[in-house]
């Protein structure tokens, strides 16, 4: 019998509810709460299509991963290539060609640094690098940032500063401490300890798009190289043209001693991670011929993943998507920004190239401001639904809130996204944020119901 996948998702069952019997039913009962539980048929570009052909505007890009959007011909050719093409994959005591020209191709985007690692995502580069820094300095103390996300693994969640992630893992890797982002203060006085391997940091922190000041990345880089420690830019949502630059660190002119990508690079099909080292950090990890597979993954350098990462890279070129991503992303940020002095709700709007955020608090008036202490009183951050929500439900746009109880959308949206686009954005945003603006109305009995949901939330785990 031929194996036919177009009969198997053609079938009666229904996604939501095989997820709920055999998957995660807590994520089914969130996405049906907030209405985002659509049946999706097609992804192209920064567009999905739903199956009454509803077309909806994706600002959430799989988290970042479809940077050059989805199904892009050009990636789609490329696996295409690789898997008629009969190559010899992962033949493990062999070399992969596609693995060095990737690497050839990547490191010719980050000067300053000589050799790469491949693997599987961008959690398991941040455990590389966790590693690489250990390694190459004979310290055992990594700095992380409050706030930060390096991804949800063992070593990768010791790196991670917010609790909703590490709460119920405990204990986690000993030996990594918290720092306040932009705190170069505090960065001295743990680096002056003299047992800290490496700050790992995220160059705009993708929980709360946190931007920092202009003098911390570039200090905090020197600081490290002075007491000894290495200076570790995590760039695996920043990374791949995102914010205008090939890395975020670009802004700042910072001399990274290794450099964390994945998401992007992966064209959106094949998982895909990368580690960007320079060689004397490399050479302390892999010092020895019987310690030449010290570190690795089976499946890293699979030739699909490097063929993946050498067609997006093309794509970025041919397209100047990263061009596109600086011009058009500044001119969101104005449109945006204007929503400051337009409406109450709204404190800031931050980032660079297309990583956005939009910040909401307390309002001066005082109808608005009993409103929104009602929903702060039920959970913190809780207001960010009366966005999200309309703007799919009226809007037909995907958003996300930027993080666990906080007050920040944020806005990740393809690298292809056009000028109609950004009307788009533009418009559907100010009518869903106007809207949260009329107290008693409809957003705000949406409001009360999300209210009395996380009340009783609280209470059943109390």
């Not at 991670?273 to 690795?296: C, L, P, Q, S």
Request: proline letters at 3%; hydrophobic letters at 45%; aromatic letters at 8%.
């Amino acid at each position: 019998m031929t194996f036919d996948l177009a009969r198997l998702m053609a079938g009666d069952a229904d996604k939501y509810d095989l997820h709920d019997r055999y998957l995660n039913t807590q994520l089914v009962k969130v996405l049906r709460t907030i209405g985002f539980d659509r049946n999706y048929v097609r992804g192209k570009g920064q567009y999905l299509y739903d199956q009454d052909g509803q077309r909806h505007l994706d600002l959430l890009s799989g988290f970042g991963t479809f940077a050059i959007g989805r199904n892009h011909p050009t990636v789609i050719a490329a696996l295409q290539q690789v898997l008629t093409g009969e190559l010899p994959n992962l033949v493990q005591l062999d070399v992969s060609m596609l693995a060095g020209l990737l690497a050839q191709r990547l490191l010719g985007y980050m000067p300053g640094l000589d050799k790469m690692f491949f693997c599987n995502s961008g959690a398991e580069a941040v455990e590389a690098a966790i590693k690489f820094s250990r390694a190459a300095t004979r310290r055992p103390r990594i700095l992380f940032c409050e706030h930060a996300f390096h991804g949800l693994t063992y070593g990768a969640l010791s790196l991670n500063g917010d609790k909703i992630f590490r709460t119920g893992f405990e204990p986690l890797l000993p030996d990594c401490t918290a720092i306040p982002f932009n705190s170069l203060e505090r960065l001295e006085q743990e680096l002056k300890r003299g047992d800290v391997a490496a700050l790992i940091v995220e160059p705009i922190q993708g929980k709360g798009v946190n931007m920092p000041s202009d003098d911390y990345l570039p200090e905090a880089a020197r600081l490290c190289h002075k007491y000894g420690a290495l200076f570790v830019a995590d760039e695996i949502q920043t990374g791949v043209g995102r914010t205008g630059r090939f890395l975020a660190i670009e802004h700042w002119g910072v001399d990274a001693d290794m450099v964390l990508l994945a998401k992007a690079l992966s064209g959106g099909f094949i998982p895909v991670g990368a580690v960007a080292v320079k060689k004397w950090v490399y050479d302390k990890v892999f010092d020895r011929m019987d310690r030449a597979v010290v570190h690795g993954s089976t499946f890293a350098k699979n030739e699909m993943a490097m063929a993946a990462g050498l067609a997006t890279l093309d794509v970025l070129e041919d397209e100047k998507l990263i061009e596109h991503a600086d011009a058009i992303g500044t001119e969101i940020l104005a449109d945006l920004s204007t929503f400051i002095l337009k409406h109450e709700f709204v404190k800031d709007v931050r980032g660079k190239g297309l990583m956005i955020g939009i910040e909401f608090g307390t309002p001066r008036s005082l109808s608005l401001k009993a409103a929104w202490a009602l929903l702060e009183q039920a959970r913190k951050g809780l207001f960010c639904q009366l966005i999200t929500i309309p703007l799919m439900k009226d809007h037909h746009v995907l958003s996300q809130v930027a993080g666990d109880a906080m007050n920040v959308i944020k806005l990740l949206p393809s690298l292809t996204i056009t000028q109609d686009d950004r009307t788009w954005i533009r418009e559907s945003f100010d009518a869903a944020i106007a809207d949260s603006h009329r107290v008693p109305g409809a957003v705000w009995d949406l409001g009360k119901t999300l209210a009395g949901h996380s009340l009783r939330a609280r209470a059943g785990a109390a």
